[in-house]
């Protein structure tokens, strides 16, 4: 069955990273893995936290950033573990790889910290930022997919990779959007 896995996981990273390409993603996934091209949209939530949120702001901006960095450490820790090799990392396949960054990141591919730590992000946002158009939840799950799937593109991770990193990092965000739901009302009250 594992066998299975990791062929049809390579399967997909070929199509996704060679077959699936064209200039404009080739153009637009690379910076979109930076997290200082989204710092305009972290300012835009903080302040809407700041809004909608009043004194429980604290404690969510203090959640939000233990969230990511448990998410961060715990994605690491699984890396460190597993040591699977990066696409652009493994001999056979470096060769072919579209590698679309300057370098082939060193440290190991699985799970992918970017897909963990955005859908932690996403996850946790939707559930204690009060969006009045439920458009808005789902768009952040759709940023935090577009993330993961760049991670594939560019020749940095599996597809493998990156789904388990999201839902590493959905049941994150959801540990902490249910802790700050649960307890955010009660400190700040």
């Known amino acids: 069955m594992l066998s299975h896995i990791k062929v049809f996981d390579h399967f997909l990273f070929n199509k996704i990273n060679q077959v699936w390409s064209n200039a404009v993603f080739d153009f637009v996934l690379p910076p979109l893995r930076d997290a200082k091209f989204w710092i305009p949209l972290y300012i835009i939530l903080l302040i809407y936290g700041i809004h909608s949120l009043k004194k429980k702001v604290i404690f969510w901006v203090l959640l939000v950033a233990t969230a990511i960095g448990?998410?961060?450490?715990?994605?690491?820790?699984?890396?460190?573990?597993?040591?699977?090799?990066?696409?652009?990392?493994?001999?056979?396949?470096?060769?072919?790889?579209?590698?679309?960054?300057?370098?082939?990141?060193?440290?190991?591919?699985?799970?992918?910290?970017?897909?963990?730590?955005?859908?932690?992000?996403?996850?946790?946002?939707?559930?204690?930022?009060?969006?009045?158009?439920?458009?808005?939840?789902?768009?952040?799950?759709?940023?935090?997919?577009?993330?993961?799937?760049?991670?594939?593109?560019?020749?940095?991770?599996?597809p493998i990779d990156v789904l388990c990193g999201a839902f590493v990092g959905c049941a994150l965000g959801y540990s902490f959007g249910y802790i700050f739901n649960k307890y955010g009302h009660k400190i700040f009250t």
């Open 70 to 158: 448990t998410s961060d450490q715990l994605g690491m820790l699984i890396k460190n573990s597993v040591q699977r090799l990066r696409p652009c990392q493994v001999a056979q396949q470096a060769a072919t790889v579209r590698l679309l960054l300057e370098r082939c990141p060193s440290s190991y591919s699985f799970i992918s910290n970017h897909a963990v730590n955005h859908f932690t992000f996403a996850i946790f946002i939707v559930l204690t930022l009060p969006f009045r158009r439920r458009l808005f939840s789902w768009l952040f799950i759709l940023w935090a997919g577009i993330i993961g799937y760049a991670q594939v593109y560019v020749g940095v991770h599996y």
